[in-house]
């Protein structure tokens, strides 16, 4: 859904179009700064293309879309979700994403059965399934219906110290 | 021609108990994928990618065409139930659908989806498998310059009916084109654009990339709108007692039939739309709906009538064949299913171009014989389990998000066996958060990211063609001018005409 900005004061330029497009050109100047200083973007293919071409093309086209966001009829709209987006907006996916990664960390030392429930079930309370013997069920549950199905469909998947 | 040695290898392919098993596994998941809100068709094929990779291609054509068919009707049943919308694709279907559950209909109207949805798609399947072939006989005559500037003007088509921003479209179709250059070059295979890191000289793998951008970029939203409010949780608490007034009247053959206009309507708007690059099943609905209701005002659309399932829901359905015209014809899908369906298929060797008829015509028929059967199973499925995948809306999101956040961790690793698909699947995850927050489609991107190869290439062996000029390269003949005009003229008037505005407003209306 897409939304003026009228009611927004000066300080959240940053939730509109032409924020997100400032952002983005910034990050994307900085990658376009970073291909130019490679050595390997100047290698002569046997073709006569250069083999940074594609890639300096792709950050080029990305920097004339954001000038067009910064720019364009649609620079002072933004979306409700950027509208109502406060810290735990960035900061929670930022915090799934590493426990995720913690995860898997463990599951290539404790192996797939032993650390799906010990993630599952914190999580599973943490977002709201109550009582806490119903979360610990629910990972558990969840653990073996998961781990079933990619055993008989024989995909690879970390043992850990257990036989199975 | 029809090669009838490859028609019958593909018939005994599709109707092995394996093939036949792994259809049916494709719709009963689908179906429950459909009915749970927040998950798309798109997200249910991204999170099977590692599965089908393991299977058989006709077994893995059998599950991800059979799970895209269950979705787009699956996400009727909440619809009709719980006026939540399991995917956009039937937010159309609400407007009738629901008014009939509140008038004790519910029944009637989830046996007249289903009725609809099988129809359309079936009738839009028999069309897609007459034009492909036909189509593809054209495209054939295709140079590299020619093949080049399809992929161009399929980009900005694609990328201008994404959204209603047009340069929010093209941001995605050039980030999807970035990531593709990562890895190495696809002629002389020199490695470029890793940033030292040398696990990505082999470039970013399809599957992590689309589990990462639809199922974990999803979750992680619906992660961040658990934690921040409770209100979800609380509509459907407040709905559950609408499962027991569904009511047991059923839809009678008499009634079927009196749909037929709006189920002729569906079908037309939906394979128009589902053969165009961008617009996908939602738009197919609302526009068939809309014209249904100008067609015929003397039937109170919107007050809890049949017809209104009956024309959302076939043309949502309707487009879910024809979507895959592109990919046959051209190689170029025209939407993010049908990129994951090129991608399923690219993992088992098969390449789509117009020759994929002639170099690969077990797959092509196998795939025709499955757009048909699977609409068969659909409706099989969908009569015994709409009331079981009704109730999985129910299912709490606090379960279910861990749940999926672990198989898409686990599957994009089970993929390769590799660590640093995870790491990929992760870090798109959150460009894929980012990009749902600030509005920004994801279709063209995957869709770029899938094609880049193949414009690269054709770009370059034009180049070595002309012997290394350009204007020549590009504009070798009147097709490549032709092409590229319509590529400019579709990026220009989108942008001035703002055409999917109106689309998005009679979506609002």
């Known amino acids: ?164 | 021609m029809i090669n009838l040695e490859a028609l019958y290898e593909a018939l005994s392919v599709v109707f092995s108990f394996g093939t036949k098993i792994w259809i049916l596994v494709g719709v009963t998941l689908g179906g429950g994928v459909g009915a749970l809100p927040g998950l798309s068709a798109t997200s249910g094929v991204a999170l099977m990618l590692p599965l089908a990779f393991t299977l058989p291609q006709a077994s893995a054509l059998g599950l991800i065409i059979g799970l895209y068919k269950g979705a787009v009707y699956g996400g009727s049943i909440s619809a009709i139930t719980f006026a939540t919308p399991g995917t956009p694709d039937s937010a159309a279907t609400v407007l009738d659908g629901y008014a009939m559950t509140k008038q004790g209909l519910g029944r009637k109207a989830l046996l007249m989806a289903l009725y609809a949805s099988v129809t359309a798609d079936l009738l839009s399947d028999v069309i897609t498998i007459v034009a492909a072939p036909l189509l593809a006989i054209v495209a054939t005559e295709f140079g590299p310059s020619e093949r080049f500037w399809l992929v161009v003007t399929a980009i900005s088509l694609l990328s201008a009916l994404s959204g209603k921003h047009l340069f929010k479209g093209l941001l995605s179709a050039a980030l999807g084109f970035y990531l593709a250059t990562i890895g190495s070059d696809p002629i002389g295979a020199v490695s470029r654009n890793t940033f030292g890191i040398w696990w990505l000289s082999g470039g970013i793998e399809l599957a992590p990339l689309v589990i990462g951008l639809f199922a974990m970029a999803t979750m992680l939203e619906e992660l961040v709108n658990l934690l921040k409010t409770s209100e979800r949780v609380q509509a459907y608490k407040e709905k559950f007692g609408q499962l027991l007034t569904l009511g047991s009247e059923g839809l009678s053959l008499r009634e079927y039939l009196r749909t037929w206009k709006e189920m002729m309507i569906g079908l037309v708007i939906g394979t128009t739309v589902g053969m165009l690059p961008g617009l996908g099943a939602a738009v197919g609905a609302f526009l068939s709906y809309s014209v249904a209701k100008q067609v015929s005002p003397h039937k109170k659309f919107g007050t809890g009538v049949i017809e209104g399932v009956a024309a959302a829901e076939s043309g949502n359905n309707a487009t879910v064949g024809p979507t895959l015209v592109p990919l046959l014809v051209l190689g170029i899908p025209g939407s993010s299913t049908a990129a994951l369906i090129g991608g399923a298929l690219m993992m088992h060797g098969v390449h789509f171009s117009p020759q994929v008829f002639v170099a690969h015509p077990v797959i092509i028929y196998s795939l025709f014989i499955i757009l048909i059967i699977s609409n068969f199973v659909n409706l099989g499925v969908g009569r015994v389990f709409a009331m079981i995948y009704a109730r999985l809306a129910l299912l709490p999101r606090a379960i279910l998000i861990p749940l999926i956040m672990t198989i898409a961790l686990v599957g994009s690793y089970a993929y390769r066996g590799s660590q640093y698909d995870v790491f990929i699947m992760l870090s798109v995850g959150i460009l894929g958060y980012i990009m749902r927050i600030t509005g920004i489609p994801m279709a063209p991107l995957v869709v770029t990211f899938l094609v880049t190869p193949l414009a690269e290439a054709s770009l370059r062996r034009a180049l070595i063609i002309s012997r290394g000029d350009w204007v020549s390269a590009l504009f070798d003949s009147p097709l490549s001018i032709g092409l590229c005009i319509v590529a400019v003229a579709v990026t220009v008037i989108s942008y001035r005409l703002g055409a999917l505005e109106r689309l998005q407003r009679l979506e609002e209306d």
């Open chain 1, 1 to 164: 859904m897409t939304l003026r900005t009228s009611e927004l004061g000066w300080y959240d330029w940053w939730r509109t179009n032409r924020g997100v497009g400032i952002v983005f050109l910034v990050a994307l100047l900085t990658l376009l700064a970073y291909l130019f200083t490679r050595d390997w973007a100047y290698i002569k293919l046997r073709d006569g293309i250069r083999l940074g071409f594609f890639p300096i093309a792709a950050v080029a086209l990305m920097i004339l879309t954001a000038v067009g966001l910064i720019f364009d009829r649609h620079h002072r709209e933004t979306t409700s979700e950027m509208v109502n987006s406060d810290w735990r907006t960035w900061c929670y996916p930022v915090i799934a994403t590493a426990t995720l990664l913690a995860y898997f960390w463990t599951m290539t030392i404790l192996g797939f059965v032993i650390s799906t429930p010990i993630l599952l079930a914190p999580v599973m309370y943490l977002l709201g399934a109550r009582p806490l013997r119903a979360a610990i069920a629910a990972s558990l549950i969840t653990t073996v219906a998961v781990y079933v199905v990619f055993r008989v469909i024989g995909t690879s998947i970390h043992q850990g110290p257990l036989p199975f």
